[in-house]
Nanobody
């Protein structure tokens, strides 16, 4: 089970930090990804981190602005979002897959419930 939280309202140029807490599986066997879904759009990849936190991967749209990290002692992954833009407005989901990371939605086994990020201009 995954639970994502930390979403909310931010102004353009502002920051938010999302958290994703896992339970019910061996967390440090899994890569964790963040995805987002904007209204009327398909779910898209944002960022991912390998099981040990040493490798990360970002969508071009967030590279340089977002940072993904994990703390395996707390079964938690974070997504620090800086320099937010109105186009970042979306429901953000965390997901887990065993092994290495992927930017493909259907590679992930477990999904959190989503947390809404709204960025005003």
């Amino acid at each position: 089970q995954l639970q994502a939280f930390g979403g909310g309202l931010a102004q353009a140029g502002g920051s938010l930090r999302l958290s994703c807490t896992a339970s019910g599986f061996t967390f440090d066997d899994y890569a964790i990804g963040w995805f987002r879904q904007r209204p009327g759009k398909e779910r898209e990849f944002v960022a991912a981190v390998r099981w040990n936190g040493r490798s990360t991967y970002y969508a071009d749209s967030v590279k340089g602005r977002f940072t993904i990290s994990r703390d395996n002692t707390k079964n938690t992954v974070y997504l620090r979002m800086n320099t937010l833009k109105p186009e970042d407005t979306a429901v953000h989901y965390c997901a887990a897959r065993i092994g290495t990371y992927s930017d493909y939605v259907h590679d992930y086994k477990y999904w959190g419930q989503g947390t809404l990020v709204t960025v005003s201009s």
